[in-house]
């Protein structure tokens, strides 16, 4: 089992930048992936970003050129950098890893980014 706790959400006007953090812990061993969910009212759960064990990186479009995910694995731990924030990047951003490239068997419970303009 793998546990997943995010950090670092909150409140930041357009333009602004946010850092989240997630830490691992558990049977890190099987993990392949981790990466970045999220998840505006109404709407469904779309992928933001993903970093594979080999620094494999996989984007979603609509965040190309403004975030950027990293890991740390001495602190099992990866970030989401997050620049020139958008109204439209408000959402519930969720933590998740994978036993497997880029998949999602493990998620945290989320944490809130709020974009104002």
């Known amino acids: 089992q793998v546990q997943l706790v995010e950090s670092g959400g909150g409140l930041v006007q357009a333009g602004g930048s946010l850092r989240l953090s997630c830490a691992a812990s558990g049977t890190l061993f099987s993990l392949a992936t981790m990466g970045w969910y999220r998840q505006a009212p109404g709407k469904q759960r779309d992928l933001v970003a993903q970093?594979?064990?080999?620094?494999?990186?996989n984007y979603a479009s609509s965040v190309l050129g403004r975030f950027i995910i990293s890991g740390d694995s001495a602190k099992n731990t990866v970030y989401l950098q997050m620049n020139r924030l958008k109204p439209e990047d408000t959402a519930v951003y969720y933590c998740t890893a994978g036993t497997r490239r880029w998949s999602t068997d493990y998620w945290g419970q989320g944490t809130q980014v709020t974009v104002s303009s």
């Open positions: 970093i594979a064990r080999d620094g494999s990186r």
